[in-house]
């Protein structure tokens, strides 16, 4: 079993950064991808970012150039730095990785940008 967890979420003005944190812990022996997914009320979940073990990323364009995600391999953990928050990108924001196959999401923390 494989237990994903995210940190870092809060309140921020517009043009604030945050840095969300997921670390997975449990039965890892390879986790291919990982990746941020965010719901906001009324929407559906969207991508946000994805990472593979090799490094490769890819943004949804609603947040390229403003965020960057990263990962520690050997800590099996994966990072999303938010920079110019705008008020659009509230929204709960979920990590989830795959191993086998097997895709692993997090519990979701709440991102809010408002002044």
């Known amino acids: 079993q494989v237990q994903f967890v995210e940190s870092g979420g809060g309140l921020v003005q517009p043009g604030g950064s945050l840095r969300l944190s997921c670390a997975a812990s449990g039965s890892i022996f390879s986790i291919y991808a990982m990746g941020w997914y965010r719901q906001a009320p009324g929407k559906q979940r969207e991508l946000v970012a994805v990472i593979t073990s090799g490094g490769m990323t890819n943004y949804a364009d609603s947040v390229k150039d403003r965020f960057t995600i990263s990962r520690d391999n050997a800590e099996n953990t994966v990072y999303l730095q938010m920079n110019s928050l705008k008020p659009e990108d509230t929204a709960v924001y979920y990590c989830?990785?795959?191993?086998?196959?097997?895709?692993?999401w997090g519990q979701g923390t709440q991102v809010t940008v408002s002044s």
């Open positions: 989830n990785g795959d191993q086998s196959g097997k895709m692993y």
